[in-house]
């Protein structure tokens, strides 16, 4: 058997004629640059998030970016942040999310991850406040990494009582919840992505913010075309960060799936769970009861000296694996030369680094194709 992480040929099979229909609807127009589908699919988006302002852009990282540059100009009426403006984010996550922080001009702060989760342990947060008492921090990024919230009740109290703003990267969590609310709902904007290999991904790259705030919409949607509002008269340093008509009208096609997919990732979520439980020397994925898991990965946690042979034991048996993430953001020479600030080791993200893998995770495939995944594993670690 081979189990591949996802098969987006099988994923097409399953809705290809939504999918052509909307790739011919888009060749029927024409209307290639913020077409009738961008619309909608950013109503739609908006619908679902549960929010205001839905805005589609070319990525997750430019939602990033922009939520960030929009902040720096609706809070400080300038166009970047300064370098000793500091935004707390997690070390345990994709380049991105430390990257659009580097990008908006002002220095990120890496905190630890609460090692059951793998999310920014937000106890941290007010560690960091009080042994830096004067620090400027001006916001939080949580990461809702492979698609379990954050501690969001946490961090928008911190939020409040020191007046950060927070930008959620909802790139891996799309439909994912905390308590009664849409991530992405939560803080002032949530980015999101639809890379292929997100739970919601296109055909290529893509993203949205979604906000409540009408002034950080209005400053988003400037700034991803070139910085006005009249883009041939600008008034911020501006981007081309479109989202493309195509792109959208793919998307949309897909969305349609999004909540059939996120239980269909829920389901393989709970037989891993139960076939591999009781393994010695394996974690599996903790679920906090507040978060609406989506499972975009299924990660568990193996001894540091067995996880990369155990990796390619799997490949010979057929079964695909990743390790999400080989670095912690605080060791990459980007964030180095003091472009970062580390708050304490960072050791459980360095130790994650070394232990986790993420296991095939395809909505379509098979309780077979599961079962295999699992019985692999059992052999190959009561060898
Ligand atoms: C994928 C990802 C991004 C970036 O999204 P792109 O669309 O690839 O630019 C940002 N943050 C996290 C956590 C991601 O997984």
Known sequence: MQIPMLDLKREYEYMKDDINAAINTCLGHQRWILGPEVKELEEKIA?????????????????????????????KGEEFFDRTDEIITTSFTFTASGDAILRSGATPVFVDIDAATYNMDANLIRNYLEQRPSSK?????PVHIYGQACDMDEIKNIANDHNLFVVEDVAQAFGGRWRDASLGSLGNTGAFSFFPSKNLGGFGDGGVITTNDDRLAELARMLLRHGGRDKYNVDHVGYNARID?????????????????????????GIYTEGLS??????????????????????????????????????????????????????????GNGRSIAFG????????????????????????????????IKDLINK
């Not at 998030?49 to 922009?66: N, W, Y």
């Not at 921090?137 to 990024?141: A, N, S, Y």
């Not at 360095?350 to 295999?372: F, G, I, K, R």
């Open 278 to 335: 009781n393994i010695k020397g394996l974690e599996l994925p903790k679920m906090l009861p507040e978060a609406g898991h989506v499972f975009h990965q299924y990660t568990i946690r193996v001894p540091a000296s067995e996880r990369d042979n155990l990796q390619k034991a799997l490949k010979e048996k057929g079964v695909s694996t990743m390790i999400y993430y080989p670095y912690p953001l605080h060791r990459m020479k980007v964030f």
């Open 245 to 269: 008509t195509l792109q959208a009208a793919v998307v949309l096609a897909k969305l349609k799936h999004i909540d059939d997919f996120n239980e269909r990732r829920k389901k393989i979520a």
């Open 137 to 141: 921090l001006v916001g939080i990024l």
């Open 345 to 376: 080791s960072l050791k459980k993200s360095e130790d994650a680094t070394q232990s986790v893998l993420s296991l095939p995770m395809e909505p379509l495939q098979t309780a077979d194709e599961t079962s295999y995944v699992i019985q692999s």
């Open 47 to 75: 619908a679902y998030v549960c929010v205001k302002h839905c805005i589609g852009l070319c990525s997750g990282t430019d939602a990033l970016v922009l939520s960030l540059r929009a902040l720096s100009i609706k809070l």
